[in-house]
């Protein structure tokens, strides 16, 4: 049997994967370039690469451990990872908002923005849990686990995402 | 029309009814004429809204045949047809040491082919036989299942799972006759060749374009781009003006190479373009489309061949339209419970949100069910629940609103234009549901607003 991990880093080794790596760089330089031109902050830019790509490793593994657990391999496993992309495009550009706008303020306070981004992290990842409830006792079992990883890893990305902004943008 | 506007002038007293008549003529002006028909219009649009929001709700929600039995709207399930082959393929003795390479390799190009063709699932595994052809010294057999499902016909998955399509460019043998009257087929037999070092990989890509032939009927032609540093170059310096023969797998014919290889070759310039090597394949526009995947999908080194193949039939989504509607149902109200008991949104905001995405949702799904779209209920189901999970911060009105709905746009445009399969038609269809929600929004901002002063009598 092929190797769960090397099926899911294939996602973006391969054809399917150059795909996503296209999607990914071309969506990372927008907002990179858009909020270095805003903010000048390189702390910001790196939070931002960090969490946007640390979130897609995470996502990964999480998968693969889900795999482990007897679940095999999910030709679908594509649908919760674009919506956690998309989730994770929604969660940064938050934060990138939350900045520009300190920055307006006259005393700027880096706490108030890893502040600010934990409240919208806190409600994404409690939104992203609790409509994944709402979808599990009531569809079949492979499309269980896809609405599972959706929950989990829309939880994870958000968190990830918090953590770097937190670490990079206040603790540095 | 002057009695119509004289409704305040009841009110005053018999004695003064003249005066007050005469008064309230002269009130009637063309500013009264223009409040009374912005508010007719007012009421008109308002009806039309509600009737227009009744009818998409009726479309949208299921089991509405109970209610109007002669009307019955349902999605139109996306019918997939379930395949699996199962691939024997062997590798060289001599190559063992990249078996594992060779074989994921294959596996990869076999499924950039069905991907590109449209396939919506792939998944390929090692296979197992408990009688399997045994290795020999020459060759070891290895086995992949392939399981696609797909709107693909039978004829163009054998093409892209059945067929190598190995390029090898041939020479005649020179005690051959190809002139022969006796044996006419016998430019069509590979023994009546030797091989040549080119091969598929000695051309960066193949271009696949509609071009006029010699007849003027517009033709696909597949233009074979060198390599700068492959073996082409060499070959077609030797050999141009001379008749080949051009081999794809098995089956092979003669051409002539053309002899303006030498001089364009021959140049210093870096520019090759003009010495492509050109052949005309097809008139059928699906046909050059599959031609164009073989070619540039990659090139499969091992040998292989169909051991086994089987129809597994057709499948739709095991969701049917009521299990569908009522999971967004409950997800929708937990939506509007956060919002109201844990974020502390007041009720009318809480309303007014899930009133616009309930309108803009369900407008998509009309349109669905009227025109008949094929849909997968999955990936709607878990596109709905994607666009929820991101409305909140779609619709919050905040200062970083447009930067932020703008890089939901673009991402959502990109993942479509560079995705592939459910990944693209993802990114189409959350894009297409974030238009409907700004337009739900403005429709139900204004509906709401004028809808609650008609109630309230403002």
């Known amino acids: ?172 | 029309m002057s009695k119509k506007f004289n409704f305040k002038g009841f009110k005053l007293g018999k004695q003064n009814s003249d005066k007050a008549s005469k008064s309230k003529k002269k009130k009637v002006t063309k500013n009264d004429v223009r409040v009374f028909l912005g508010k007719a219009l007012r009421y008109v649009s308002l009806m039309i809204l509600t009737v227009f929001i009744l009818s998409v709700a009726y479309i949208a929600l299921p089991k509405t045949e109970t209610i109007i039995p002669d009307y019955r709207f349902d999605f139109t399930q996306e019918e997939l047809q379930e395949n699996r082959y199962i691939l024997e393929l062997q590798v060289k003795a001599q190559d063992e040491d990249q078996l594992d390479k060779k074989v994921e390799e294959t596996k990869a190009i076999i499924q950039k082919r069905l991907y590109k063709a449209g396939a919506d699932e792939v998944a390929i595994t090692g296979y197992h036989f408990d009688n399997p052809t045994p290795d020999t010294d020459y060759y070891l057999y290895r086995y992949i299942q392939v399981y696609v499902k797909s709107n693909l016909t039978d004829s163009e998955l054998n093409e892209l799972i059945g067929v190598r399509n190995y390029l090898r460019l041939y020479l005649p043998k020179d005690d051959v006759d190809f002139e022969n009257e006796e044996n006419p087929y016998a430019e069509y037999f590979i023994e009546n060749y030797n091989p040549t070092n080119v091969t598929l990989h000695d051309f960066r890509n193949v271009l696949i374009k509609r071009l006029p032939d010699s007849s003027g009927t517009e033709t696909y032609f597949a233009i074979f781009k060198p390599k700068t540093f492959g073996d082409f170059k060499a070959f077609a310096e030797e050999h141009g003006g001379e008749n080949i023969g051009f081999a794809v797998d098995e089956s092979i014919y003669q051409l002539e190479l053309p002899s303006t290889f030498k001089p364009d070759y021959t140049s210093t310039s870096s520019s090759s373009t003009k010495a492509e090597f050109t052949i005309g394949i097809t008139q059928d526009a699906r046909v050059a489309e599959i031609t164009d995947i073989m070619f540039n999908s990659g090139v499969i080194t091992l040998e292989y061949n169909v051991y086994e193949s089987e129809a597994l039939g057709a499948v739709t989504s095991p969701i049917k339209s009521t299990l569908f509607s009522f999971t967004l149902i409950v997800a929708m109200l937990l939506f509007g419970l956060y919002n109201y008991f844990i974020a502390k949104e007041s009720f009318q905001t809480v309303f007014r949100n899930l009133f616009e995405i309930a309108f803009a949702l369900a407008a998509v799904f009309s349109f669905l069910k009227f025109w008949y779209v094929p849909v997968n209920t999955t990936v709607l189901l878990f596109e709905s629940l994607a666009v929820l999970l991101i409305s909140h911060d779609f619709l919050h009105k905040s200062e970083g609103r447009l930067t932020r709905n703008l890089f939901i746009f673009v991402g959502a445009f990109l993942i479509y234009i560079f995705g592939f399969g459910y990944i693209s038609l993802i990114g189409r269809d959350i894009a297409i549901m974030l238009i409907a929600l700004s337009i739900s929004e403005q429709i139900s901002e204004y509906y709401i607003t004028n809808m609650k002063s008609y109630l309230l009598n403002d």
């Open chain 1, 1 to 172: 049997m092929t190797n769960p991990l090397s099926y899911y880093i294939k996602i973006y080794t391969n054809y399917d994967g150059s795909q996503l790596l296209i999607i990914t760089g071309i969506i990372l330089a927008l907002m990179l370039t858009y909020s270095y031109w805003k903010t000048k902050s390189k702390e910001l830019v790196l939070a931002l690469l960090a969490g946007f790509i640390v979130s897609q490793v995470m996502f990964t593994l999480m998968v693969y451990i889900i795999s482990l657990i007897g679940v095999g391999i999910l030709p679908l496993v594509h649908l919760p990872f674009t919506a956690v992309k998309l989730l994770s495009l929604v969660n940064l550009g938050g934060l990138v908002d939350f900045y520009i706008e300190e920055l307006a303020q006259k005393n700027f306070d880096p706490d108030h923005v890893t502040r600010m981004h934990f409240k919208l992290s806190l409600k994404h990842g409690v939104l992203a849990l609790l409509l994944s409830v709402a979808a599990v006792p009531l569809i079949e079992t492979p499309s269980l686990w896809l609405i599972i990883i959706l929950g989990l890893g829309a939880v994870i990305t958000v968190a990830t995402n918090h953590l770097f902004a937190r670490l990079l943008i206040v603790e540095k």
